[in-house]
């Protein structure tokens, strides 16, 4: 009995302190992708999931498309507006936070030149466009 309850223990005390929920990293928000698994994300039947693999830019982006803040989007990411379409992109402080999941041919950029709708002063990941 005290062997059970000592296995368990931490696992009740992960849970209690809310290290289940998942942040930009854990979504691997940024990353290159061509589905949504690519994304650290495995769909659910009637759930709406917190990242997209976003085609529209050149290797795939997993990020999330209309938010209105950056609230809504996955913790490390603000929402930002590019070209009229609003999207939650990885926070960054310079390039290499960007590229841990792409590849050399579809790196993205640290760029501080795209303001996040609260128009903060965060450097975004931007990916390159198709």
Same mark, same amino acid.
């Given at each position: ?11 009740? @005390?992960?849970?209690?302190?809310? &290290? %289940?929920?998942?942040?930009? $990293?854990? @979504? ?10 690519? =994304? %650290?994300?495995?769909?659910?039947? %009637? ?11 050149? %290797?795939? /982006? =997993?990020?999330?498309?209309? &938010? ?10 603000? &929402? ?6 609003? /999207?939650?992109? @990885? ?7 960007? $590229? ?8 993205? $950029? &640290?760029?501080?030149? *795209?303001?996040?709708?609260? $128009? ?5 990941? *931007?990916?390159?466009?198709?």
């Amino acid at each position: 009995m005290r062997t059970t309850f000592a296995l368990l223990s931490p696992l009740l @005390l992960a849970s209690m302190l809310g &290290c %289940g929920s998942k942040d930009a $990293n854990d @979504l691997k928000v940024g990353a290159q992708c061509t589905s949504l698994q690519d =994304c %650290g994300v495995e769909p659910k039947d %009637g759930e709406v999931p917190p990242l997209e693999c976003l085609a529209t830019f050149k %290797g795939g /982006y =997993c990020g999330k498309t209309g &938010c209105a803040h950056s609230s809504e989007c996955p913790e490390k990411s603000a &929402c930002a507006n590019l070209d009229g379409t609003f /999207y939650c992109f @990885l926070v960054c402080t310079d390039k290499p936070d960007c $590229n841990q999941n792409r590849s050399v041919d579809n790196e993205a $950029n &640290c760029s501080s030149s *795209i303001k996040t709708v609260e $128009n903060t002063e965060q450097k975004l990941c *931007i990916p390159p466009s198709s």
